[in-house]
């Protein structure tokens, strides 16, 4: 799976596709690939895990860009409104989430989604600055928190 994505992002970034270009690419994905191997600990086993939960990956990347979506309404809001008042906040929260992989796409989804970011998080404590006090209501309980908790259960079924 991340030998394909590696290939087909060489003949993406090279702007056309011929033989050469695809021979090519071939043999880079195929170095890139024994690196990450060797130097990050990835592994085969690992490409079987990321293809099973695919379609759980879109799911979220949907929400995700919804979620995007949403929050930069709601900026826009503030910023067209004159005279609002902005009320910003740090909000402390705790999730349930086991992985380090699940923890760290909850705090780079808050952070990427606008008007929030994550500050710190340790041991599953997550601090979050929100731009407006009404941006950070319900974040422990979020859309995010939800689909990756359902994501861990079930890739915890997978392994049985």
Known sequence: ???????????????????????FGAGFATLLYFFTCKA???SAKMDAVVFKSFGRILKYLAILIWEIIKA?????KFVLTPGAKIEPKLVYFKTDLKSDISKTALANSIT???GTITVDVE????????????????????????????????SKAGER
């Open 72 to 76: 930069n309404l709601g900026v826009l």
């Open 1 to 23: 799976m991340l030998w394909i994505f590696l290939w087909i992002a060489w003949v993406i970034f090279n702007g056309k596709f011929t033989i050469e270009i695809a021979i």
């Open 123 to 154: 041991e599953g404590v997550f601090a979050v600055h929100a731009f407006d006090k009404s941006m950070a209501e319900g974040l422990g309980d979020s859309v995010f928190v939800k689909q990756l908790e359902k994501m861990e259960e079930k």
């Open 40 to 42: 990050l600990g990835y």
């Open 112 to 114: 990427i989604t606008p």
